[in-house]
């Protein structure tokens, strides 16, 4: 399998759930407000013997009026229209920015990818619309609730013989997870359950997760069958480290 990690930069966040550019070279972290966290905001592709992947899709930001997605794959040699698949480990507005985009001559929102297949869990899509902003921005995630290209997932499963799904809650209610297996290799992606390295090697429990105890429960078990089995982990948020293994 080949992996392209999709930078679409390192943010700041802060408890107003916004993400704020950060400069690595400009900014410092201490001129930030008091408890902002430094995070990468980075979809990837993941290439397969069957399938182009892309893993969640970024904040939807634009460049010179494009989604700033389109822009990164093309850059990594993809055209969009090549993604066969979109998997989506949860719904959050920096994870799912970019499952839609204005079309400029409607104004209506629509999917990115429209000739690719999307695979939501049922209880995230309903959750998203029951809690809405700031988490989460309906306006961005309703054209997914008519769309024929979309799976609505209830619990575990398996895609095509060779994505792995699982629900596992912990960042929030129904947030999912993805273990790719083709060619003799392992990719595993945790999203926001396991979004940076070093919390998978560290009894870490976050404060803004929907269950603090049990992300960090499952980044132990992750990180340990992982190590044993090879797995190559993909990192969405880790500023340094997209992908170990």
Sequence with gaps: MRVIPLSEGSFTIDGTKQFVPFNHQEDELNNRPTGSLLVEVQPFVVITSEDVLLLDTGLG?????????????????INPGEVTKVLMTHLHKDHAGGVSHRDPETGKMELSFPQATYYIQRKEL????????????????????????????????????YIQYQLVGGHCPYHQVFRIVDGGSTVFFGGDNAPQLQQMKSKFVAKYDYDGKRAMELRQEWWKTGQENSWKFLFYHDVKIPSFG
């Design 61 to 77: 930001f634009e460049v010179d009026g494009h989604p700033q997605l389109f822009k990164n794959l093309m850059d990594a040699g």
């Design 126 to 161: 309903d959750f998203a619309f029951e809690k809405g902003f700031p988490s989460y921005i309906p306006e961005e995630l309703d054209c997914l609730r008519s769309a024929p290209q979309v799976v609505l997932l209830d619990g575990d499963g398996v895609i095509d013989s």
